[in-house]
């Protein structure tokens, strides 16, 4: 079992910049395909990012390419996610998911089998 705490989530004016964290804990993270989701209200969760830990590897969906970051410290048994050039849009709750099915780069929640809470990430115009 891993169990998943993100954090970091705020308010933030559009253009701006926040790093949300994932901590994981009774597991270590290394092995497992790390990924972000989202949901915004009202709208179903979303697809942001995932990294392999074999080789580090991601895979972004286009609406966050080239201005979201996923990164992880296996030291610290964590994972981020750089959230640069933000837009009101990306107003959502961020969530943390962890996948056992292989070194796949999943887009879809039923391949995560472990997801934290979530943090909110505001985004004002």
């Known amino acids: 079992q891993v169990q998943l705490v993100e954090s970091g989530g705020g308010l933030v004016q559009a253009g701006g910049s926040l790093r949300v964290s994932c901590a994981a804990s009774?597991?270590?993270?290394?092995?497992?395909?790390m990924g972000w989701f989202r949901q915004a209200p009202g709208k179903e969760r979303e697809f942001v990012a995932t990294q392999r830990w074999s080789d580090f590897s991601t895979r972004y969906a286009d609406s966050v390419k080239g201005r979201f970051t996923i990164s992880r410290d296996s030291a610290k048994n964590a994972v981020y996610l750089q959230l640069n050039s933000l837009k009101p849009e990306d107003t959502a709750v961020y969530f943390c998911?962890?996948?056992?099915?292989?070194?796949?780069?999943?887009?879809?929640?039923?391949?995560?089998?472990?997801w934290g809470q979530g943090t909110q990430v505001t985004v004002s115009s």
């Open positions: 009774g597991r270590t993270i290394i092995g497992y395909t």
């Open positions: 998911a962890a996948s056992t099915m292989g070194g796949r780069l999943g887009v879809r929640e039923y391949e995560y089998a472990y």
